[in-house]
């Protein structure tokens, strides 16, 4: 294979995915997103909302996680295994989490 057919084969694969990624609009309309969950965060903060306050914070959040690292990290476009790794992390995070927090309400009198 030739120097040339080699990058006319690589333009070939980089156009072939081309359309897969998102354009500067979607990541814009995914950024506005992101900053709209985040103003509802921080209103939550501010807001009395009872036994619901920590699974709406822990829903927003991984909400937020989920869009980040699909789009952002284009795990969307990567082998299936790497998103396994990242839901995993976030399982585990979300399981430490809560177990922390129970600890903390059960040893509190």
């Keep these: 294979m ?15 995915h081309a ?9 814009a ?5 992101l900053a709209a ?12 909302l009872g036994p619901i306050f920590l699974p709406a914070l822990l829903g927003m959040m991984a909400v937020k996680f989920l869009i980040v690292v699909r789009m952002f990290m284009h795990l969307k476009f990567d082998n299936r295994v790497f998103s396994w790794m990242f839901y995993a992390g976030l399982l585990l995070a979300l399981f430490v989490y809560l177990a922390a927090l129970m600890t903390f309400r059960f040893f509190e009198s």
């Design 2 to 16: 030739t120097t040339v057919e080699a990058t006319d084969d690589h333009v070939a694969h980089d156009d072939e």
């Design 19 to 27: 359309h897969d990624h998102p354009t500067d609009a979607r990541y």
């Design 29 to 33: 309309i995914i950024a506005l997103i």
């Design 37 to 48: 969950i985040t103003a509802l965060e921080v209103a939550a903060s501010y807001i009395d």
